[in-house]
């Protein structure tokens, strides 16, 4: 696969309990903060949403915490699975605009 | 699968090369993207296009053109290929309302040498 895991941030995890994937932005404006999966050799792939006006939204097995206060981000991921193994990037939206900047990215390790 | 190809997937070139990649999609969406992917620095954006003819720059285009002449392509061209622009290239698309959302679908990357 493609090496993108190289100077990443890593959290492991044991296969059951919850992870949580952090991430600081810096631009106030944005209207959306989206979170992205991206498994070894394959392309982003979108998983979760938050509007600039939600502190807390949940999708399947996942939950994205907003906190504007300190421009914090965080994807905690229930019952960790080893196909949950990825890296995730963090992006935002900037008002205005329809192109993302994107984090740096944390790997996820999960051992059964 | 969103009805992204991206080719060619891999390609080794020489350095002061022109090098080509290409982005086709099937479901005829206005927004399409170009990014890299280097280790350390996560993806950026070097081109993307709101329609037929229609590009702007995003954050490290110097050394890239693209052109978008029909919907389904975008592509993506290095006129004088340097071993900096070795990297892994991603392709997406924005989904109908994905370019205000921040959901975009993404293709399985091309990636490209030049020695």
């Known amino acids: 696969g493609e090496s993108v895991g190289l100077h990443l941030p890593t959290l492991s995890v044991q296969e059951g309990d919850n992870s949580i994937i952090n991430c600081a932005y810096s631009n106030s404006a944005s209207d959306y903060f989206i979170w992205y999966k991206q498994e070894s050799g394959k392309g982003p792939q979108f998983i979760i949403d938050?509007?600039?006006?939600?502190d807390k939204r949940q999708g399947q097995r996942v939950t994205v915490l907003l906190n504007k206060t300190v421009k914090h981000l965080s994807l905690q991921i229930a019952a960790t699975q080893p196909g949950d193994s990825a890296v995730y990037f963090c992006a935002d939206l900037p008002s205005g605009y329809s192109t993302l900047t994107f984090g740096k990215g944390t790997m996820l390790l999960v051992s059964p | 699968d969103a009805g992204i190809t991206q080719s060619p997937r891999h390609k080794v070139t020489e350095t002061g090369t022109p090098v080509t990649l290409r982005c086709h999609q099937t479901e005829n969406h206005r927004y399409m993207y170009w990014y890299r992917q280097d280790p350390g620095h996560g993806l950026r954006l070097i081109h993307y296009?709101?329609?037929?003819?229609?590009?702007d720059k995003g954050e490290v285009s110097d050394g890239y053109s693209v052109s978008r002449s029909k919907t389904e392509d975008f592509l993506l061209t290095l006129e004088s290929a340097t071993s900096s622009q070795t990297s892994v290239y991603f392709c997406?698309?924005?989904?109908?309302?994905?370019?205000?959302?921040?959901?975009?679908?993404f293709g399985e990357g091309s990636r490209l040498t030049v020695l």
């Open positions: 997406a698309i924005a989904p109908s309302g994905g370019q205000n959302t921040g959901e975009l679908f």
């Open positions: 938050i509007r600039s006006n939600m």
């Open positions: 296009s709101y329609g037929v003819k229609d590009t």
